[in-house]
C-alpha cells in the first residue's frame, strides 16, 4: 500500500495493482482514508481472486495509525481491532 503526493492510493498485490483517489482525514484517534474512483488490471491477486471480486468487497472507508514502522488498519474509527498490521522493511 502507497500513498502517492498526487493524492492517490496504489495497493499491489501479487500481479494485481489496485489505484483509488483518496482523502486522509484525521480523527480522534485514527486517520479516517476514504476511497473513490477505484480501477485496477484485471490480473489476479496474491490469493487468486478476479479484480472484479476484488472491487466488490473494497473496503472505501478504512482507518489507520501509524507508530514507528508499523501502520495498523481497522474497520472502525475506534474501538476495534486492527484487521490487517503492516511493518515497514528498511
Known amino acids: 500500500m502507497e500513498f502517492q503526493h498526487d493524492g492517490t492510493m496504489l495497493v499491489t498485490s501479487g500481479k494485481q495493482m489496485l489505484t483509488a483517489r483518496t482523502s486522509v482525514d484525521s480523527g480522534p484517534s485514527r486517520w479516517s482514508c476514504n476511497s473513490t474512483t477505484c480501477a485496477q488490471t484485471a490480473s489476479r491477486n496474491c490469493q487468486a481472486f478476479p479484480a ?23 474497520t472502525a474509527p475506534e474501538g476495534s481491532g486492527a484487521f490487517l498490521k503492516a511493518i515497514r522493511v528498511r
Open 52 to 74: 472484479d471480486y476484488v472491487l466488490q468487497h473494497y473496503l472505501n472507508t478504512f482507518y489507520v495509525d501509524v507508530h514507528g514502522d508499523t501502520l495498523r488498519i481497522y
